[in-house]
């Protein structure tokens, strides 16, 4: 049962526009949302966050937007840029506490920037 | 800076060796975690951790247990390694949860094969 889900596998964008990246999710009880970035041979890095009770967050070329009633959010990148290129997971957590921090991870998508 | 280091970056071994992964943090923090990333599937939580002795099964721990003697150790152990165990293995580690606190911070991986 995959509760964070991010249908799209890859995206290629030019150089310049925008990359939009989409996540679902099927659990209410998650109440933080995360997207983290993966190099080939690295481990993922977090890139940027967001609260359930907010609807938007940026952190300069990126701005994660929270649409709870659809269960969606998704991250912008604008302008993109080459080295943007990478795998980009989805991350969600439930209420804190009893969680430990446990993270749901989505599948990923590869976001490919051509110069 | 937070620094997760991982004992190799690549392993391979044989059907039915017993396989340890190690996993330290240098930053104190109480929870770790163990997943393995597949093609398509993502990051699966394997086990995770959120005190010295402590442990508790994620969401595919068949196949595998773990052991943390010491907070900044966290091992994850193949006791008869198979072909389908046949995965990049991270860790991770982050302070104890709650909020923008439940950021992880990732090892490099360890590709590991088995034949």
């Known amino acids: 049962d995959q509760q964070v889900k991010q249908n799209s596998p890859s995206l290629s964008v030019q150089e310049g526009r925008i990359s939009i990246l989409n996540c679902d999710y099927t659990n209410s009880m998650f109440d933080y949302f995360l997207w983290y970035k993966k190099y080939p041979a690295e481990g993922p890095t977090f890139l940027i966050s967001?609260?359930?009770?907010?609807d938007k967050n940026e952190d300069g070329r990126f701005t994660v937007f929270l649409n709870k009633s659809a269960k969606h959010l998704s991250l912008h990148i604008v302008p993109s840029q080459p080295g943007d290129s990478a795998v980009y997971f989805c991350a969600a957590s439930g209420a804190g506490g009893t969680s430990y921090g446990k993270l749901t991870f989505g599948q990923g998508t590869i976001l490919t920037v051509h110069p | 800076d937070v620094k997760v280091t991982q004992s190799s970056r690549y392993l391979v071994k044989r059907t039915g060796e017993k396989v340890f992964l190690e996993c330290v943090q240098d930053?104190?923090?109480?929870?770790m975690f163990w997943y393995r990333q597949d093609p398509g599937l993502g990051l699966r939580l394997i086990y995770f951790?959120?005190?010295?002795?402590?442990?508790e099964k994620g969401d595919i721990p068949e196949g595998y247990s773990v052991s943390r003697e010491k907070k900044e150790r966290f091992s994850l152990i193949l006791e008869s390694a198979s072909t389908n165990q046949t995965s990049m293995y991270l860790c991770?580690?982050?302070?104890?949860?709650?909020?923008?606190?439940?950021?992880?911070?990732f090892g490099p991986g360890t590709r590991l094969t088995v034949l």
């Open positions: 967001i609260s359930s009770i907010k």
């Open positions: 951790s959120y005190d010295v002795k402590m442990k």
């Open positions: 991770a580690s982050s302070p104890l949860a709650g909020g923008p606190t439940d950021t992880q911070y």
């Open positions: 930053m104190d923090h109480e929870n």
